[in-house]
């Protein structure tokens, strides 16, 4: 396991929440590929990571899924943010805006030192 | 990679173990395939691999074989669920026929005419057909539940599903034993009947679950392209082994192979019926609607004739119907492409003119056919071992003797010169001329009462033959030439019956109540209709020749 994928792991919800909200209802392999093209190919999920993780978005309640024919004319189970899923994306989001207010204070450059 | 389905299992099981909860494992495991399918169509346009998709691709073929697999049988081709259900037609008519046949032996060989022990059997084999096609049905529902768990999401819409497909066969159970042999057939034989409709019932969620699947999944040791001949070769065993037993009757091979010979006898009943509808339709145009006795969907009206033109309209289903399509799949098996088709068109197609064959010719040393080719003289001379070949419905045992009589019968007539009589998909006909004496004349005193409404008064009496006469107890009549027949009984339910003609006993001890009693034109025969219950009906012939 690379680095960015120990990065992603905190963040997996996050991103499938985010991404269902902005691109709207999906399936499970266009899920993984509208993240893989946004993220320009950063994030790779793999199908073992991305459905145990929807299915725990379907526990919680933040999504709900259905199924429809997609595009190719074959009959996929499309996964839906739910409000309470939208309510909570925008709680991590603060959460995550935090937490990279913290990270980046962190990574900033030591003025101290550069003085020094 | 040896077999890429088998990776394709492994590796979506590796994937399933690592989900902690197993509510949602059928349901990855769906999504899975429909992910390794979407990953086959894309991967070749993107031209982007990582390591799942180069398993996906490696993989990706055989999943879309699946899943077109499914799709075929699930929505788009209902000729390939035909074919499974005819399938299952079959293999539920040999089943049951065999299943069935030992218990209906037992209660031929040890009850044999006796009204309570028959009952009682009658119940055994009901129960036992009805757990035997609830068996078959509970097999298949695993697989059902799982089908069904593809097209719908809801639980409480599947259970509803599974509700409706558990009660089917129980409202078509309950409808078979109750409503089929009062209302649809009358009085035949309520055993027959009852198991008629069963290897249907049997056949019907077996055919839902998908035969081939589940075959396909359990990788059969028997390549698909073997299997078309085993079967032609099975089906000429089973024809070899009955023609064998038939001609080797004093051995115990009858007994053991005759239950095999039911399921061939079910397909008689069958074609049977259909002569029969086909037979009624000119008596229909002929007679009307007040011709036909509807009261028991009697369609035989006594006219030789008939029985003649019934033998060449089965002749002609056998032969014109079940043999060309013999020949037709034969011929269009040239045209197959695919080597599996080529053969199962060829195998259903011999099978097919060999049943045609098999039903028409004679089979048996006697030269005998499944079909009686002519108006026969004498035929009810069968004598029981038949019955215990398992030709139990027909059961005609006309002998010089006072235990002559005819079991379960549907029609009969009498004339001057024959008596015919239809039974369960036979018509037999005797030559009275030939018959000496079927029973022996006592003299008996009668208790006579009052004449009832429907006993013939000699003001009304019409005088074309043959006279009937319906009865009850202690009633009394009279035909044209003023001869008395009588009947007394103690108790008509207890089952002793007496009916004497111009006070000569002609029937003792029976263990039903007399229907009617019909005399020919020229008065030497009585026949003596009993009417038991469903489906042990007798037929009674008493010799009024030297009684007059």
């Keep these: ?116 | 990679m040896n077999n890429g389905l088998e990776d394709a299992e492994k590796y979506i099981n590796d994937i399933i173990q690592n989900l902690p909860d197993s509510k949602y494992k059928q349901r990855f495991r769906e999504e899975l395939l429909e992910y390794l399918e979407d990953g086959e169509k894309k991967s070749g346009n993107d031209g982007k691999t990582n390591s799942s998709e180069e398993m996906i691709k490696k993989l990706g073929k055989k999943v879309l074989l699946i899943q077109n697999y499914n799709d075929f049988y699930r929505d788009t081709h209902p000729k390939r669920w035909f074919i499974t259900t005819v399938f299952y037609v079959l293999l539920s008519f040999i089943v049951s026929s065999i299943a069935s046949a030992p218990l209906r032996q037992f209660e031929t060989l040890f009850f044999y005419s006796d009204y309570s022990a028959s009952t009682i059997s009658s119940i055994i084999t009901v129960s036992f057909s009805i757990l035997f096609a609830l068996a078959v049905n509970h097999a298949f529902y695993k697989f059902i539940a799982t089908r069904l768990s593809i097209h719908f999401e809801s639980d409480k819409r599947k259970k509803k599903l599974l509700f409706i497909f558990f009660l089917l066969p129980i409202i078509s159970i309950l409808l078979a034993v109750f409503w089929l042999p009062s209302y649809c057939i009358g009085q035949e034989n309520t055993l027959e009947i009852m198991f008629f409709p069963l290897p249907f019932l049997c056949a019907f969620l077996p055919a839902l679950a998908d035969f081939e699947i589940v075959r396909k999944k359990r990788k059969p040791t028997i390549p698909d392209t073997r299997l078309p001949y085993l079967t032609l070769a099975g089906f000429w065993v089973l024809i070899v082994i009955i023609v064998l037993s038939e001609n080797f009757p004093n051995t115990a091979l009858p007994y053991v192979l005759g239950n095999l010979k039911m399921a061939f006898y079910e397909f008689h009943f069958l074609i049977f019926f259909w002569a029969d509808i086909l037979v009624m339709i000119p008596n229909f145009m002929h007679l009307g609607l007040s011709g036909i006795d509807t009261s028991s969907f009697s369609f035989f009206d006594g006219n030789p004739q008939q029985v003649v033109n019934q033998q060449i309209i089965e002749a002609a289903i056998y032969i014109g119907v079940i043999g060309l399509a013999g020949v037709f799949l034969v011929y269009s098996a040239r045209k197959k492409k695919d080597i599996v088709s080529k053969r199962w068109a060829k195998a259903v197609g011999l099978i097919l003119i060999s049943y045609s064959l098999f039903m028409i010719m004679p089979i048996k040393s006697t030269g005998e056919s499944h079909i009686e080719w002519k108006v026969p003289e004498m035929e009810l001379s069968r004598n029981i071992e038949e019955k215990q070949f398992g030709v139990f419905y027909d059961f005609i045992k006309f002998k010089n003797s006072n235990e002559g009589y005819i079991f379960n019968y549907d029609t009969c007539s009498i004339d001057d010169d024959f008596v015919a009589v239809q039974s369960s998909g036979y018509v037999f006909t005797a030559n009275l001329k030939n018959i000496s004496s079927v029973y022996e004349a006592k003299t008996i005193r009668t208790e006579t009462r009052d004449q009832d409404s429907y006993c013939p008064k000699p003001t009304e009496r019409k005088y074309d033959a043959p006279s009937t006469f319906f009865f009850q107890e202690g009633w009394k009549c009279l035909d044209r030439n003023d001869n008395v027949i009588s009947m007394e009984s103690r108790n008509v339910s207890d089952g002793c019956a007496k009916v004497a003609y111009n006070n000569h006993e002609i029937l003792e001890g029976t263990a039903c109540p007399i229907q009617s009693i019909d005399i020919s034109k020229d008065r030497s025969w009585a026949l003596i209709r009993m009417a038991c219950i469903y489906g042990v009906d007798e037929l009674h012939l008493a010799d009024l020749r030297n009684l007059k």
Excluded at chain 1, 36 to 58: A, H, M, Q, W
């Design chain 1, 1 to 116: 396991m690379d680095s960015s994928q120990e990065m992603t792991r905190g963040a997996l919800e996050l991103i499938v929440l985010q991404t269902l909200s902005n691109y709207g209802d999906n399936y499970g392999y266009e899920l993984i590929k509208t993240i893989e093209k946004k993220s320009e190919d950063i994030f790779k999920f793999r199908e073992g990571t991305l459905y145990p993780l929807l299915y725990r978005l379907e526990e919680k309640k933040l999504v709900e899924s259905y199924r429809k024919t997609a595009a190719s004319g074959k009959e996929r189970r499309f996964y839906h943010i739910t409000p309470k899923g939208e309510k909570v994306l925008e709680g991590e989001k603060e959460d995550f805006a935090v937490f990279m207010h913290g990270i980046k204070s962190i990574l900033k450059p030591n003025k101290f030192k550069l003085e020094k």
